[in-house]
């Protein structure tokens, strides 16, 4: 499953590693370590602060973000690789084809180049990375015996087929009048607020969706296959069953409810997938001449793939804080979280 996202505290500048090495001391087992305790967004923490959501707004959606690069993305393919919308409104095989083409050379594309810069070329060596092991070569839990091959497999087998399929029949939906049409002539403020909306709620349907798969049947027989990545890299991310792929790209269908433009649909569907891919980097951003230029992996997440029973959720809505799961990266809350896990086994004192 997925990390999410960039509330967590990073510093796109100068990276100092003393303080990181002082605090791996302490928790232990990491190579590098952000700034702790890890903070959940301000959206929900009462009384407001203007001041602190307005911050918190900025530093995850302007400048360099992940989300502003998603947003340029979804516009680029629909200006220039998406059928128009008066030619979706029957199902045919081209458009269709052409969507998923897309879709597949997007995901070769991203997860590919990090790969490439992370673990091929080692281009920042260990700098930024969370967990100082490589990533398995061999493995008898992978279906094709090495956790790249298996990656790529379930990415790219099932992953983008099911992403273009969703895409497909939701704009065939929009082209046909079954979903209401957003424009931003018709309606600025909303069309313009969908895009800010839209990590929000995935952070909801997220923490839903991933505490439901960590059911023991589910975990089992779906989720499992996820979890075989204890140390995450680029293709760990949608590397899923295609039932929990199928439920966690399911969020889209939302805008059935609200409404969409074909951007829209665009967007929400690209920020999950390839998001996926950039927040399983297994290191903090990217990092080119002596300063972290894109925040990537976030540390809240790679503590989920290692000690399994924290964070289920994402950083936009505190889900984890209200239910007791949340690890901020701090020794006490490793210690809590040790405990919470003695009470859940029943091997507490």
């Known amino acids: 499953m997925r990390l999410m996202h960039s509330c967590e505290p990073v510093t796109l500048g100068?990276?100092?590693?003393?303080?990181?090495?002082?605090?791996d001391e302490k928790l232990g087992g990491w190579n590098y370590l952000p700034e702790v305790p890890i903070k959940t967004s301000p959206l929900f923490i009462w009384p407001p602060n203007p001041k602190d959501?307005?911050?918190?707004?900025?530093?995850?959606?302007?400048?360099?973000?992940?989300?502003?690069?998603?947003?340029?993305?979804?516009i680029g393919c629909y200006l220039w690789l998406q059928p128009p919308i008066e030619q979706t409104k029957d199902l045919a095989f081209w458009w269709v084809a052409q969507m998923y083409v897309r879709n597949l050379l997007l995901?070769?594309?991203?997860a590919g180049s990090l790969h490439l810069w992370f673990y091929t070329y080692s281009a920042q060596g260990k700098t930024l990375k969370f967990d100082p092991r490589p990533l398995m070569?061999?493995?008898?839990?992978?279906?094709?015996?090495g956790q790249v091959r298996d990656n790529m497999?379930?990415?790219l087998g099932s992953g983008v087929l099911i992403w273009t399929t969703f895409e497909a029949a939701l704009i065939w939906a929009l082209s046909n009048g079954y979903i209401k049409l957003i424009t931003f002539e018709a309606n600025p403020i909303w069309f313009v607020a969908i895009f800010f909306l839209i990590p929000i709620w995935e952070s909801f349907y997220f923490y839903v969706i991933h505490r439901m798969l960590h059911f023991p049947l589910l975990y089992k027989h779906v989720h499992s296959l996820h979890h075989r990545n204890i140390n995450v890299g680029p293709w760990s991310g949608m590397s899923m069953h295609p039932i929990e792929q199928i439920i966690f790209l399911g969020s889209v269908f939302v805008h059935i409810l609200i409404g969409a433009h074909p951007v829209h649909i665009l967007f929400h569907l690209q920020y999950y997938?390839?998001?996926?891919?950039?927040?399983h980097t297994g290191f903090q951003g990217l990092f080119i001449n002596d300063k972290n230029r894109l925040a990537l992996g976030t540390f809240h997440h790679q503590m989920h793939h290692r000690y399994f029973e924290c964070n289920y959720g994402s950083l936009?809505?505190?889900?984890?804080?209200?239910?007791?799961?949340?690890?901020?990266?701090?020794?006490?809350?490793?210690?809590k979280m040790q405990k919470r896990r003695k009470r859940l086994t029943g091997t507490a004192s």
């Open 14 to 23: 100068r990276v100092s590693n003393v303080g990181a090495k002082m605090s």
């Open 53 to 74: 959501i307005a911050t918190w707004f900025w530093n995850s959606w302007f400048l360099i973000t992940e989300k502003l690069i998603i947003v340029g993305i979804a």
């Open 107 to 110: 995901t070769l594309l991203i």
């Open 137 to 145: 070569v061999n493995g008898k839990q992978f279906t094709l015996g």
């Open 153 to 155: 497999f379930w990415t």
């Open 273 to 279: 997938f390839l998001t996926a891919i950039t927040t």
């Open 316 to 335: 936009e809505i505190p889900w984890d804080k209200v239910f007791g799961s949340f690890h901020d990266g701090t020794v006490e809350a490793n210690e």
